[in-house]
Nanobody
Framework: EVQLVESGGGLVQPGGSLTLSCVASGFTFSDYSMYWVRQPPGQGLEWVSGITYGGATTYYADSVKGRFTVSRDNAKNTLYLRMDVLKAEDTAVYYC?????????????????RGQGTQVTVSS
């Protein structure tokens, strides 16, 4: 059974930073691409960032490019999202996700598997 457990969310001031983590289990993490989606309050899911199975290629939504960095540690079965220069509009529940594809990162808001999410609130 695929399990994805996010952590690291919290309250941060505008301009601040946070790093989210996602620990995966139930599948061979190092074989598959991973990505992050988010859901702002009262809105639908938004695709944020993705990374291929080995970490060689990363992708970002225009809204976070240059501020967010996705990475992974395959030895620890862990996906990360480093978020810098946070803005109020980054406030959302963040989910890690996978479609169990090796070298393809789908820019989808309907992931095959996702975790329970972690809340990020950017406010002064």
């Amino acid at each position: 059974e695929v399990q994805l457990v996010e952590s690291g969310g919290g309250l941060v001031q505008p301009g601040g930073s946070l790093t989210l983590s996602c620990v995966a289990s139930g599948f061979t993490f190092s074989d598959y691409s991973m990505y992050w989606v988010r859901q702002p309050p009262g809105q639908g899911l938004e695709w944020v960032s993705g990374i291929t199975y080995g970490g060689a290629t990363t992708y970002y939504a225009d809204s976070v490019k240059g501020r967010f960095t996705v990475s992974r540690d395959n030895a620890k079965n862990t996906l990360y999202l480093r978020m810098d220069v946070l803005k109020a509009e980054d406030t959302a529940v963040y989910y890690c996700a996978t479609d169990l594809l090796s070298n393809v990162v789908r820019r989808t808001t309907l992931p095959k598997h996702r975790g329970q999410g972690t809340q990020v609130t950017v406010s002064s």
